[in-house]
């Protein structure tokens, strides 16, 4: 990974944890469900890797976000305000985001 030094994204609002289940689940634990702001349902069963979700991901920033030249504004100045790290990485993330 290029960027080490980049924290973990957090929200402003603290997400509720659930608590571990007392009984076993009936879910059916081979495939997960991803349903989130990019508006995708994907499902990925565990044989698949984790570059379908990524790809999801990537285009949805590409379409909604890095296409809107606000929206890419307020990315930039998130990850320019989040990123910890020496001009170098600076650098990197900014030739990224172009």
Do not use: C, M
């Amino acid at each position: 990974d290029k960027f080490d030094n980049v924290p973990f994204i957090d929200s402003e609002e603290k997400l509720a944890t659930t608590p571990p289940r007392l009984s076993p689940s009936n879910d059916n634990d081979e495939h997960t469900t991803v349903k989130n702001d990019f508006e995708t349902n994907q499902s990925f069963s565990n044989a698949e890797t984790i570059g379908k979700l990524k790809q999801e991901v990537a285009t949805s920033v590409r379409e909604k976000i890095l296409a809107n030249a606000e929206e890419k504004q307020k990315l930039v100045d998130y990850v320019h305000k989040r990123i910890i790290g020496n001009a170098t990485e600076k650098r990197l993330v900014n030739e990224y985001l172009e």
